[in-house]
C-alpha cells in the first residue's frame, strides 16, 4: 500500500514552546490530510482536515491558533502545536486519502508529543 | 449525532479459535465500512472494507456487513497471539469518517 511517513515519532518539550509534526505521503499524493489525536486507551479523534493549498477545516472545539495545519504541496502536510501545554502530551496521527474518505487512509506512524 | 459503538471488550479468545468483533452504527446513509488493526503505540492498519451487504473474505479474516440492521462484524478465523490488538471500526456518511472507540481483542495461547 501507499506510505505516508511521519516525523518526529517522539519529541519531548518543555511548557511554553512550539513543536511541528511533519507528514508526507511518499508515493501518492494526498489531495487530503487527516490528523488524529489519540489519549491513551481511546480511539482516534479528528482534529482537523486539511486539503492542499487552502485553509484547514477543524473540528469542534480544537482551536485553530494553537494546532496550526499547513498543507502547502501535494506530499506535505504539518501540523504545529503552538505553545505547549501538558495536556497536550498526546499520539498525533496523520492520514493521507481522499475526501470523501471512500477508501483506504493511510496512516503514519504517529507522533508521540510529551510536554514537561 | 452519528454513532459508531463497539464493546470495549477485552475480548479474550483462546488461540485457534473464531475471535468475533461486532460495531453498530447510526447512520442509514452510511457507505463504506473499514475495519483497522492497532496495536499498542502504533497507527492503525486497515485489515477489511465492505460496501455491500454480505460477507468478505480475506485470508483469514471476514467482514460480514448487514445494512437492514445496521452492524458490521469482523471475524478472525484461526486466531493466533499476533492478532492481539485494539480493533477499530470506521464508517463513512456524508462525506464524513466515523470512527468506533474500538474493541481490545486478547489471544491467549
Known amino acids: 500500500g501507499a506510505v505516508v511517513s511521519q516525523h518526529p515519532s517522539w519529541v519531548i518539550c518543555k511548557s511554553g514552546t512550539s513543536v511541528k509534526i511533519e507528514c508526507r505521503s511518499l508515493?501518492?499524493?494526498?489531495?487530503?490530510m487527516f490528523w488524529y489525536r489519540q489519549f491513551p486507551k481511546q480511539s482516534l479523534m479528528l482534529m482537523a482536515t486539511?486539503?492542499?493549498?487552502?485553509?484547514?477545516?477543524?473540528e469542534q472545539g480544537v482551536e485553530k491558533d494553537k494546532f496550526l495545519i499547513n498543507h502547502a504541496s501535494l506530499t506535505l502536510s504539518t501540523l504545529t502545536v503552538t505553545s505547549a501545554h501538558p495536556e497536550d502530551s498526546s499520539f498525533y496521527i496523520c492520514?493521507?486519502?481522499?475526501?470523501?474518505?471512500?477508501?483506504?487512509?493511510?496512516f503514519g506512524e504517529g507522533s508521540r508529543l510529551t510536554v514537561l | 449525532q452519528k454513532e459508531v459503538e463497539q464493546n470495549s471488550g477485552p475480548l479474550s479468545v483462546p488461540e485457534g479459535a473464531i475471535a468475533s468483533l461486532n460495531c453498530t452504527y447510526s447512520?442509514?446513509?452510511?457507505?463504506?465500512f473499514f475495519w483497522y488493526r492497532q496495536y499498542s503505540g502504533k497507527s492503525p492498519e486497515l485489515i477489511m472494507f465492505?460496501?455491500s451487504n454480505g460477507d468478505k473474505e480475506d485470508g483469514r479474516f471476514t467482514a460480514q456487513l448487514n445494512k437492514a440492521s445496521q452492524y458490521v462484524s469482523l471475524l478472525i478465523r484461526d486466531s493466533q497471539p499476533s492478532d492481539s490488538a485494539t480493533y477499530l471500526c470506521?464508517?463513512?456518511?456524508?462525506?464524513?469518517?466515523?470512527w468506533g472507540a474500538g474493541t481490545k481483542l486478547i489471544i491467549k495461547p
Open positions: 492520514s493521507g486519502g481522499t475526501t470523501p474518505p471512500d477508501g483506504e487512509l493511510f
Open positions: 508515493d501518492f499524493q494526498a489531495t487530503t
Open positions: 486539511s486539503n492542499e493549498g487552502s485553509k484547514a477545516t477543524y
Open positions: 447512520d442509514r446513509g452510511s457507505q463504506s
Open positions: 465492505i460496501y
Open positions: 470506521a464508517v463513512t456518511a456524508h462525506y464524513q469518517l466515523i
